[in-house]
Structure formats: C-alpha cells, structure tokens
C-alpha cells in the first residue's frame, strides 16, 4: 500500500470510527499536480451561471451569499464541487459557457451544465424554464473544442460529469413503466454520451452518482415519511447508481487510453449523515435558508439564510452547501473509498 494510501485509510478510520473530528476534509485545497484544463456537464449542482444566460436566474438574492462572482451564479451558498476541484489544480474557475463572448478562449476550461435539466432529452418539457439536456451541453463542447483538439491538452484535461438527480425526480411525469429499471433506463443513455466526449478527445472522466433522494429536506418535508427519509427515493437513487461501477469499468476497457473514475457522492452523505458531528455539520434535514412551502418548490423564496451556514449539509430543499462539496470534493482527492477505482489525485496524473 503506497503512503497515500495509507494516509487516507487512516483519515476515513478515524473520522469514521474513532468519531474524531473530520472538518479537515473541508477546502480550499491546493495540490502541486496541474491539468490544462476542466471542463463541466451537468444540473444545478455544477452549473456555474448557465440558466442565467437563458433567462433563469437565481430567484433569490440567498444565493451566493458567501461568493459573489461577476457574470455568474450558483445553487448554493458558496462553491461547487466544479469550483473545488478547478481550485485544487490550480485553474482559473471554469465559466458559464454561455457567459463567454466568441472571441474567449476555453484554453482553461468551461462550465455547460444547465440547471433543471438531465440525461433523457423529454426530461425538458416538465423542468422549469429553459435549460440544455446533457446533448446539448455536449453540443456546444463539440463546437467550442476544435482548436484543442489539435493538440493533446484535451486528453490531459479533465471531465467532470454530475447529472442524474433530476431525471429521477421526474420520473413520474414522464410515465415510466412501474415495472421498468430506472438505474439502467439512465445508465444506458449516460454511457452513449461518454463515448461522444471520448470521440471528441476526452480521455479522463469524473462521474458523480446521486446522493439519497430521499434524505433531501425537499423529499422529507413533502412526504412525512416514518423514517428519516423517504426510503422509496433512496432506493430509486440506488437503482441508479448500482449500473455506474460496471458501466464505467466497460467504458475503460473498450476506450482506448481513457480513464472513467466514479465519485460515490452517495456514500459521502452517508457518511455525513451517519456522523455530522466529526464533519463539523450539526443539521442534515433542514435547508439553510427559508423555503416557499405554499408553493412547494425546493429553492429558497428570498434572501434569509441562516447564519452558521458551514453546520447545515443542505442549502435550500435540495442543493448542498459549500460546506458539503467541499468534504465531497476533499474525500474524493485521496479516497479510494469515494472516488474508485482511483482517487482523483491518481486520475489526473494518470
């Protein structure tokens, strides 16, 4: 077992079962390793400020509250798990894509994911406002990557993946079949567009699974459950991600040169749930800022946020904290537990 290895057994053992405190695995983090750049696909959870340029901004001054940049927004107080990792190696954040004038260059990197969108193509007549399915998102990546193409910088970047949640969430409006498989109807569509961006010249890949659906304050709040979570949603979560190991294993073993990592963001909430306190968290089932629970919808309904923002795993009724994507983040830097096969450190020296 390699030192770094060892490191990171003893970090999860103490963290995990020794109860010792864990706010360690909070960032900024910064590594000494580079990549040329990063580029971003998928939902709320990474968009940077997408929806903005496509007439949805944030409906609440709320967000953003502990990062305040020009041009973009985010669903989340602070950082996503895109900034994080942009940050680790040393990049400039990547940003929205469609915030880019045709004369920027991409040479760092872009954000194409799009808030309230996912996988499947139909998912786009139940979302609220306009937004880019994953085919889109991989659209505008195909017109923007040309000149990179040319040389080898885009198969040293790397592709950050985060989409799944809200296909999910939608599921019922778009009629499937009770008896149908959710985890595969998802996972066969996801893995047609990985082996697009590796035809397009990416080589390394980080794909997030979801998180327990049925643990977010949104699914709690609307369907009282008896339990702490509404165990329905976690198991339609697991479905999901039970597809994601073996579909990235064949993905790898018939790409040349490519890796596919997955970031078991599931297991980390676990994990949080299961211990807040040796995270530093104190709340796991209430958004930190005021929902609109006439309305029923999951994102916060002004600018009142609670003041101890980093003890609260959720920001609004769905989203995480800053807080929350940094320990995601952290723990899949030097995890093999979280990031696997290889901790994200291995993948981009890799």
């Known amino acids: 077992m390699t030192s770094m290895n060892q490191a990171s057994c003893i970090s999860f053992l103490l963290c995990h079962f020794l109860l010792v405190n864990c ?6 983090f910064k590594s000494n390793i580079s990549i040329p750049a990063l580029f971003v ?46 940050q680790t190696f040393g990049l400039p954040l990547p940003p929205p894509f469609l915030s880019l004038k045709k004369s920027e260059s991409i040479q760092f990197g872009a954000n194409y994911a799009s808030s309230g969108c996912g996988i499947l193509p139909e998912i786009k007549q139940y979302t609220f406002g306009n937004c880019m399915v994953l085919d889109e998102q991989i659209e505008l990546f195909k017109s923007s990557v040309k000149n990179l193409r040319k040389t080898d910088g885009l198969s040293k970047s790397l592709i950050f993946i985060n989409m799944g949640q809200n296909d999910m969430d939608l599921n019922k409006k778009l009629q499937y079949n009770a008896s149908l498989d959710m985890g595969q109807y998802l996972a066969k569509p996801l893995s047609k567009r990985l082996q697009m961006l590796y035809d397009l010249g990416g080589r390394k890949f980080l794909v997030s699974n979801v998180l327990p659906l049925g643990c977010r304050p949104f699914s709690i709040s609307q369907e009282k459950p008896a ?18 190991p073996q579909m990235l294993k064949d993905l790898q073993s018939t790409l040349s040169g490519s890796k596919f990592v997955l970031l078991d963001v599931y297991k980390v909430f676990e994990d949080v749930f ?9 709340d796991i089932s209430h958004s930190c800022c005021a929902i609109d629970s006439v309305k029923r919808i999951p994102i916060c309904k002004n600018g009142e946020v609670c003041s101890d923002r980093n003890q609260y795993a959720f ?18 830097l030097k995890d093999s537990f979280v990031c696997k096969p290889i901790n994200l450190m291995k993948l981009v020296k890799a």
Not at 23 to 28: A, N, Q, V
Not at 227 to 244: D, G, H, P
């Open 41 to 86: 696909f998928g939902d709320s959870w990474v968009d940077s400020g997408n929806g903005k340029y496509m007439g949805n901004p944030n409906p609440s001054s709320a967000y953003g509250v502990d990062f305040k940049v020009d041009n973009q927004s985010r669903a989340t107080n602070g950082k996503t798990m895109a900034d994080f990792i942009a």
């Open 23 to 28: 706010s360690h695995l909070r960032g900024p």
């Open 227 to 244: 339990t702490r979570c509404v165990e329905r949603l976690n198991k339609l979560a697991s479905q999901f991600n039970s597809y994601l």
């Open 274 to 282: 299961s211990k807040p306190a040796s995270y530093g968290i104190s």
């Open 315 to 332: 920001f609004d009724a769905i989203h995480p904290t800053e807080v929350m994507n940094s320990i995601m983040i952290s723990r899949c």
